[in-house]
Nanobody, 118 residues
Framework: VQLQASGGGLVQPGGSLGLSCAASGNIYSTNTMGWYRQAPGKQRDLVATVTSGGGTNYADSVKGRFTISRDSAKSVVCLQLNSLKPEDTAVYYC?????????????WGQGTLVTVSS
């Protein structure tokens, strides 16, 4: 399984950015796709996830500003980042996870850098 993320870059505070991640390979259809981020010197934290059933979960810090979506037919997960703040600066990683036959599977993309600065 491979995940290819794209869309990071430099944006001014208050601006918007869109991230996209395409997954390829043998992925069980019942899964959760999501985005995590890691700021310099900090641990990797959840940003948002979306299940194959459409259920979403967001970190409190991004609620109302970020929107996660997915195209399950194409195994693509997107994250729209609005009203960006300097504290949103981080490397953003996409993820797909599922459990099948009692075994957990967890795959990560290579990360894409989002920098929020004036």
């Amino acid at each position: 399984v491979q995940l290819q993320a794209s869309g990071g870059g430099l944006v001014q505070p208050g601006g918007s950015l869109g991230l996209s991640c395409a997954a390829s390979g043998n992925i069980y259809s019942t899964n959760t796709m999501g985005w995590y981020r890691q700021a310099p010197g900090k641990q990797r934290d959840l940003v948002a996830t979306v299940t194959s059933g459409g259920g979403t979960n967001y970190a409190d810090s991004v609620k109302g500003r970020f929107t996660i979506s997915r195209d399950s037919a194409k195994s693509v997960v997107c994250l729209q980042l609005n009203s960006l703040k300097p504290e949103d600066t981080a490397v953003y990683y996409c993820n797909v996870a599922y459990t099948r036959w009692g075994r957990d599977y967890d795959y990560w993309g290579q990360g894409t850098l989002v920098t929020v600065s004036s």
